[in-house]
């Protein structure tokens, strides 16, 4: 059983930072990619970045140049690197991991319980 555990949420002013991780466990071959996705509350689930296990990064437009993605191979982790945050970031962000549980299957995704960051003076 694959388990996603997130953490680093909470309450920032506009223009702070925070950090999120999220390590993967449990029985787990390989893990091809890792993100992070984020759901304001009366809106959709969006990507808000995700990386490859060779490193290719993909942003949301609207985190360009303020959040960086990276990931820790070793230790299935995926971090979020958030900075100069605006009220308009606040949501429940979620990890994800598309990964294979066992050689020769096909991969899916996987999801973390979410955090919650609130951007707010």
């Known amino acids: 059983q694959v388990q996603l555990v997130e953490s680093g949420g909470g309450l920032v002013q506009p223009g702070g930072s925070l950090r999120l991780s999220c390590a993967a466990s449990?029985?787990?071959?390989?893990?091809?990619?890792m993100g992070w996705y984020r759901q304001a509350p009366g809106k959709q689930r969006e990507l808000v970045a995700f990386i490859t296990s060779g490193a290719i990064t993909n942003y949301a437009d609207s985190v360009k140049g303020r959040f960086t993605i990276s990931r820790d191979n070793a230790k299935n982790t995926v971090y979020l690197q958030m900075n100069s945050l605006k009220p308009e970031d606040t949501a429940v962000y979620y990890c994800?991991?598309?990964?294979?549980?066992?050689?020769?299957?096909?991969?899916?995704?996987?999801w973390g319980q979410g955090t919650q960051v609130t951007v707010s003076s």
């Open positions: 994800n991991a598309y990964l294979a549980v066992v050689a020769g299957t096909s991969a899916r995704q996987y």
């Open positions: 449990g029985s787990i071959f390989n893990i091809y990619g």
